[in-house]
């Protein structure tokens, strides 16, 4: 039975449910509604919980973490910390860190969403059903950019287990309502209901592609890798992170929509052990008041090109220096942060369209949707010995490592892409994403070259990196 009322010249969505929530108890998005009377308030979200919730799990993930007691200076010392510091019984001393999410299954065959945050490091991972049952996992996909990772149930019976549906994330409107469902706190599973507050927010901080949703829905620590669910009994969003200072809901949460969840599955679901982003080859900026005058616009819009890589997609569709992109496949984009998710959630295939305004002229501009190359092999060098570098991994650059990095407009060179926490490199400051231009004079242009130099016994070490689009100078004794 579904009772439909008009509200001025607004529709909104209600759920009117009696026997289920078959196609005719669903309402289309031209038939939102608001309740008239009590009897219509009473109406409950009880046959999407029980539609949805048997697919949302309890995850349990496991890590053994060393455990080291700070007492005396003397324990920076490797011989004083093997006899004194850090290990019992001639063993480390470790200890088991144990940390607790949620997860949603998508697919029969036992494939789950949950947060890279939650498994992050984890050597086991564990889910549990709300019906007790209980299974191992592998992580097949984790993604730090997006903060999501993907598991599969080990699961020798073959059995088939309950999933939802991935729904269209930029279907929903601030004011749809939504459910979430986790299990906040380790108390177990739990459903609570809210609205949309805002879409597209990019300030929140958790993952490189700033897009969240945002809603009032209660989330709450146990929360994190939970489903958010439209009135379709649809996933419409990852439950990520809350905005709290006393670590309990606050009334504002944010997920990540369900469209970027759908690319990182996608890519798992392919085999492979990394994300394939569409890579556009050009350096944004945000338009601010200033540069919206400048350019004779009313207000500030869309994003600015500063920079073109050469022989990358963006070059190949023209696009120059100064253009201004409006829209993505019609879509307004007005933020690197949300050109970002309207670009990379095209995956890996086709064309897109991209709006662009040059010298007050509109034009269409059609970018090809391919990944990052890696024109030059990795060739990854762990740096040994006793000089600064001694500790560092690095890394040929490439256009696919500078994306994966995150290294803005640059295509060339040597970085670094991990450093150990107790070695040289680490006490004279090197980061992880530092390029290394520069050694006594000598450009650095490859990972050879470098580990090269790194053997030498200089009497001073001058190096040159860049980090953040800087260039820094350090100076060393041999």
């Not at 200890?95 to 992050?120: A, E, F, P």
């Amino acid at each position: 039975m579904r009772v439909t009322r008009r509200f001025g010249s607004t529709v909104l969505a209600a759920l009117i449910v009696a026997g289920g929530l078959g196609a005719a108890g669903i309402a289309t998005a031209e038939e939102r509604v608001v309740p008239a009377d009590m009897t219509e308030v009473r109406l409950s979200f009880a046959p999407i919980v029980k539609k949805v919730a048997p697919a949302v799990v309890n995850v349990y993930a496991r890590k053994v973490v060393r455990q080291q007691r700070r007492m005396t200076p003397f324990l920076d010392d490797p011989f004083f910390r093997h006899f004194f510091g850090d290990r019992e019984n001639g063993q480390p001393r470790t200890r088991m860190q144990r940390s607790l999410g949620s997860g949603v299954v998508i697919s029969d065959d036992g494939i789950i969403l949950t947060n890279n945050h939650v498994i992050r490091g984890a050597e086991e991972v564990r889910v549990a059903f709300n019906d007790k049952r209980q299974f191992d996992c592998d992580v097949i996909l984790d993604d730090d950019k997006t903060d999501l990772a993907v598991l599969k149930i080990r699961d020798p019976k073959g059995e088939k287990f309950p999933s939802v549906a991935i729904g269209d994330s930029d279907g929903l409107e601030v004011g749809d309502i939504v459910l979430a469902i986790g299990n906040p706190f380790g108390v177990g599973q739990t459903v609570t209901q809210g609205i949309v507050s805002a879409l597209a927010r990019t300030r929140v901080g958790v993952s490189d592609y700033q897009f969240f949703i945002q809603t009032d829905a209660a989330i709450n620590p146990g929360n994190s890798g939970g489903a958010l669910i439209d009135m379709r009994g649809n996933l419409v969003g990852i439950n990520t992170a809350i905005y709290s200072r006393s670590g309990g809901s606050n009334g504002i949460g944010f997920a990540i929509p369900s469209n970027m969840a759908r690319l990182v599955a996608e890519s798992a679901r392919q085999g492979g052990d990394s994300v394939k982003r569409p890579w556009l080859g050009a350096s944004l900026q945000q338009v601010t008041s200033d540069i919206a005058e400048s350019l004779g616009l009313d207000r500030p819009e869309g994003v600015l090109v500063v920079g073109v890589i050469s022989g990358g997609p963006a070059e190949a569709a023209g696009l120059k220096v100064g253009d201004l992109i409006v829209t993505v496949d019609g879509a307004v984009v007005d933020s690197p942060n949300s050109f970002g998710y309207r670009f990379v959630t095209k995956g890996i295939s086709g064309t897109a369209k991209l709006g662009i305004v040059r010298a007050g002229r509109e034009m269409v501009a059609e970018v090809a949707l391919a990944p990052a190359p890696e024109t030059v092999p990795r060739d990854e060098r762990a740096i040994e010995g006793y000089s600064p570098f001694a500790g560092i991994t690095v890394a040929n650059l490439s256009p696919a490592v500078a994306e994966e990095l995150d290294l803005k407009g640059l295509t060339e060179g040597v970085v670094i892409v991990a450093v150990d926490r107790r070695s040289p490199a680490a006490s004279v400051g090197l980061l992880p994403g530092d390029v290394i231009v520069d050694v006594n004079g000598d450009r650095i242009g490859t990972t050879r070259q470098l580990e090269g130099i790194a053997e030498s016994d200089p009497r001073t070490w001058r190096i040159v990196i860049s980090r953040n689009g800087q260039l820094i100078r350090m100076a060393f004794r041999g």
